[in-house]
């Protein structure tokens, strides 16, 4: 069975190329390398033993998309392509929306056309902007989006709600929370491109001397040390759920289906602690200085994730310190890949 992966060579996606190989799919990738890296492809190979079909272009080239489609017996998709910038989309949204949206719509075209269901969409704890109770649960109301990204996402949640219930389509939507770590061969991980945003691969670029110190945004929120509350959720168990998510569509009796599922590891944690995780798992100290609040972040998210365990049979299984360790793993790799 073929399944489509856009974005396959990204970070979670490729990670999650690798479980489905595991799990016996044929896979087939699209990627434009907007934000990733041709040698992803050789080391999936070298985890798996297999190589997966790999077409590099900008899936917004409707008539290349068509193309994959005639070649390949195509039964579902696992749908990561998408800019993910929080900060970047509020400069160029428009760039965001087209490529987000217009991407999504191309390949759900494709799946109309020729009768196809099965598509499972990344989506984000962003959806539900700062929620008024913890833990966040799938019912928990969407506020309006914090980003142009946000927006994105919690446009592509109305689309795929629209695309199932007028074409009978199985479709499924996987909130994460934050992804973090990296594959335990230390052959897959994050790639930041420039000055990284997100806490670990900062916590990580600062361990390793390329920052000098790790800005801490904000002690003064209402957290039990000051800092910021966030679900960390290690990425191979992230894309162990996309293989549990995507069996359940293919063994489905319905012909339409709509699931939602939060993807977290319904603990929170503080910036503080991620700090001292890191520096316990790997031995190593990170410098770092109490700074203003950044703008735009909210307080506390974490998620119920029992949804998820219910019906998919899914949890969370690594902790902080073992995923934070992996990334360490990949920092080196790529140091000495660079050397
Ligand atoms: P990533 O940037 O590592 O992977 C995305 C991949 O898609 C990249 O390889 C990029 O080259 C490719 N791509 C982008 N636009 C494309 C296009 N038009 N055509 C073909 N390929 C294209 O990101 P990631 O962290 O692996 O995220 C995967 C998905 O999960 C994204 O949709 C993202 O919004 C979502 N998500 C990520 C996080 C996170 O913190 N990493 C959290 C929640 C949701
Ligand atoms: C985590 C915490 C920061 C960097 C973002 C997106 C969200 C989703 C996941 C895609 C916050 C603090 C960070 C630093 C710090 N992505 N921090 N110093 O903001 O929860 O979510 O990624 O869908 O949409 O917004 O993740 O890793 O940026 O921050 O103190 O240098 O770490 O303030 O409290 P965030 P993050």
Request: proline residues 4%; charged residues 25%.
């Amino acid at each position: 069975m073929s399944i489509l992966v856009t974005g396959g060579l990204g970070y979670i996606g490729s990670h999650t190329v690798v479980e489905l190989i595991n799990h016996n799919f044929e896979v087939v990738i699209v990627d434009d390398l907007s934000n990733s890296e041709k040698f992803i492809l050789n080391n999936i190979e070298e985890i798996t033993g297999k190589r997966p079909i790999f077409y590099p272009f900008d899936l917004k080239r409707k008539e290349l998309l068509s193309q994959v489609f005639e070649a390949h017996i195509i039964s579902g998709c696992i749908h990561f392509a998408a800019s993910k910038a929080v900060g970047e989309s509020m400069i160029k949204p428009l760039d965001y929306y087209e490529n987000n949206l217009f991407s999504l719509i191309n390949v759900l075209q494709e799946f109309r056309k020729r009768d196809i269901s099965n598509f499972i969409f990344s989506s984000s704890c962003t959806v539900y902007g700062q929620a008024d109770k913890m833990p966040i649960d799938e019912n928990t109301p969407l506020k309006e989006a914090e980003s142009s990204y946000g927006k994105t996402k919690q446009m592509g949640e109305d689309i795929l709600k629209d695309f199932s219930r007028a074409y009978q389509k199985r479709v499924s939507l996987l909130r994460y929370f934050n992804p973090i770590g990296a594959h335990p061969t230390a052959l897959l991980g994050e790639l930041p491109s420039g000055i990284p945003n997100n806490l670990v691969p900062y916590v990580t670029q600062t361990a390793a001397g390329i920052r000098e110190k790790l800005s801490i945004w904000g002690d003064d929120y209402p957290t039990e040390d000051g800092t910021a509350v966030r679900d960390y959720i290690y990425v191979v168990d992230l894309a162990k759920a996309h293989v549990a998510a995507l069996k359940k569509l293919i063994n489905s009796e319905e012909q339409k289906v709509l699931d939602i599922y939060n993807l977290g590891t319904g603990k929170g944690s503080s910036v503080l602690e991620v700090v001292k995780a890191f520096e316990l798992a790997n031995n190593i100290k990170v410098p770092y200085q109490i700074c203003p609040r950044r703008e735009g972040d909210i307080t506390v998210a974490y998620a119920n994730a029992d949804k998820a365990e219910k019906e998919l049979g899914w949890k969370s299984e690594t902790s902080l310190e073992e995923a934070l360790r992996t990334t360490w793993e990949w920092q080196k790799y790529l140091k000495e890949k660079s050397q």
